[in-house]
């Protein structure tokens, strides 16, 4: 009574059948959706970052924001500072929520040259005083 993922579950029983069937459309599904939301979330962190790298009044808060999910910890970031962005922006923060909570990787791992471009953030905008 084993099953495969190949559609070879013809020996079993019909009801067992619907179940590994179900159960290999949710794993596909599930699938499907982490890869859409690490597409969407690497586009849009690649978009934050461009920001967080600028002087504009939302670099700071983009910046902070993608510190926060950095570390946390060492990096606290005010939630209703995201009140302050555009609706645009707004939507690429969310999108890096999405890509962040798969935990895949570290956040500054999903770019090239991560580590170097955090740094530059830190500098820029890692003081807990601003």
Sequence with gaps: MTATTNGNTAH????????????????????????????????SLKVLVDIALGHTGQC????????????GPQYRFDLTDLRMLDAAVHEHCIKVLWLDHT????????IT?????WQQLISMWGRNDD
């Design 103 to 110: 935990l895949e990787r570290e956040i500054e791992k999903h």
């Design 60 to 71: 700071r808060v983009v910046g902070r924001f993608l510190l926060g999910l950095y570390s």
């Design 113 to 117: 040259d991560g580590e170097a471009i």
């Design 12 to 43: 079993l029983p019909p009801d067992e059948k619907a179940e590994v069937d179900r159960l290999i459309q949710f794993l596909e599904d599930q699938r499907r959706d982490r890869d859409r939301v690490r597409m969407a979330g690497v586009g």
